[in-house]
């Protein structure tokens, strides 16, 4: 089958045409010699199979970022039989150095000059008949957006395809070394085929920027769009979760629960509330996935979030982290899943990872529900909301906290220099296939992970058989005893250990499991929580939950993101160990203070 | 009159004179057109020593000021 590589600048529409291509058929790829992950697809082409590839966004074949490493040591590793290049015709004076370094390197190459729409605008007119002659590959302007010429591109490249043999990697290596005679080239060319006004009509971006870009109004609408955002996460996606939830609960009555009665009870709750509750786990992100990553896109492909960047880089820039963090930061109160998911377009590694190691500390909604319970158990009206705000301010104190110590560690040395395109109107097309590939990428990276820790925290509480689910006990219970004397200076009793174990799988189920735990529901139970501790002990206990671990899914997640198990386990034990010393302080400081 | 890039306000334009970059911020300049004798402006500049936004032919960048002190521009008067 041949192999097709897709490359180009940031910001032109590579991932837009892309998605055109493909469809829904791209998959998450591993290839050789390369630690980020790639999407491919098979797609048919003049007649046969070809796979493409999509590679990173690069301004520059020799240069020296993660990305541009990637690239090139991808085209020397994998054969490929044919280059597609998109650029950005309203930008062409300097993208076309990249066409001219793929030309050097004699990669058979074909040449998508992407935004013809834009370029429109601009007034920028290009002769691709020239063009292509002293390039050496043919070029054709199209959108990528629009589709206008999409059928004319494709053509092209299917032709393309046809007549081209997969390179010799031997002299591809030899001539991957910068050249100087580019830059002149380029100007040859630029010269010969294109022609640009001296001066750029003031576009509709200009008057938009200086409203969205204000010191003062630009902020303010920053945060009035975060809070939207995160609302309408809110808002459709826990209905979305309820009906899923309902849907699998169904299926469960309806179906499974009559297809497995007759096995011993035992293995029945294994099955049943082991695996089955595990799928459901998974089953609940989904909604929230989708939601947020149809609204990254909208933010993303409209050319905001490098103006989030700008307005919130002189903050972010002395915690060794940038503008674009601090928006994942803000996605990480609604769910910290999706949130470490975006920082993908985080193109630094030390930057991504302190940015990952920071999320998780954002109090989610799942946390909330929990705190709302407690709170609502043991303090009056009055003073609960005091008590839920402190517990947001710490939640940001200990990601400051965590950024300031560990920003030497993953100190980012690629400099801060981002493009801010155009405003752009996203298609829907793009929007639901972004949903769509996110959700994909959870699915196939994290599942396992999730549905296999469910089952491990069913069988800790379930084990031995002879003993009462959850009780003192089983092995859960066994454990909660032996961290006693750990969690006893924290004024957090054996029981609330337990409902600390069922809390690495999912924040939510924390007052499901106070419930199995104390054979209690309701007010009743409420009521007995109330009576087990004073406020000092349910302050250090949710100072706890809120910091010892995410989910198990934000786990999952962090694993399949960093693709390193030290720094997952590095964010695990420093949280871990975060949370008891605030817990310890506060619990033995309140004491001290005869609280 | 040369100075730093930062130095130039809102709206103040000037020619490259001289780029003392590392090879990695380097490149990364010459690839978005950051060359000597090209002309770029200052957009707007970030409250609080935030960025810069530039603007060098069609393309608009924002960069940090301790970056942008490594450029050189010549500008009238």
Redesign the interface.
Known sequence: MKRIALLG?PNTGKSTFFNRLTGASARVGNWPGITVDLMSAKVPLGGAMAEIVDLPGI??L????DDEQVVRHFLENTPVDLVLLILNT??I??QL?LALQIKQLGLPSVLLLNMSDEAKK?GITVNTSSMAEQLGMPVVLFSAKYGEHYQEAMSVVAAAIGASHPVQLESLREKLQPDHQI?ASMEAVLKKSVI?PER?SEQL??RL?RVL?H?FWGILLFFAAMFLVFQAVFAFGKPLQDGVAWLLELFKDYALEPLLTGLPAPLHGFLIDGLYNGVGTVAAFVPVIVLFFLLMAVVEDTGYL?RA???M???M?RMGLDGRSFVMVLMGFGCNVPALMGTRVMRSRPLRLLSMLVIPFSLCSARLQVFLFITTALFTAKQAPLVLFSLYLLSFATAILTALLFRKRFQN??????????YRLPTLRQIVLRGWHEVHHFLSRASKFIVAGVVLVWLLTHLPFSAQPASPETWAGLIGGAMEPLLAPLGIDHKLAVALIFGLVAKEIVIGSLAVIFSLEGDALTRAIAQQMDWVQAYSFMLFTLVYTPCLSTIATLRSESKSLGFTLLSLGWSLGLAWTLSFAFYQGARALGL | MTVNLPTLQPGQSGTITAIH?G???Y???????F?VGKRLEI??K??????L?VRI????????RH?ALQIDVKVPG
């Open positions: 600048m301004y520059d020799h240069g020296f970022s309203s930008q004076e300097r150095a601009f830059e640009i750029l971006s200009d920027d870009l010191p490098s960047a700008f307005l880089d002189a903050l820039s040395n690629e400099p801060f220099i981002l493009e801010l395109p155009p | 970059a090879e990695d911020l490149h990364r300049l010459a690839a978005l057109g060359r957009v707007r970030g409250c609080c020593s935030g960025p936004q032919g069609t393309t608009d960048v924002i960069m940090r970056d």
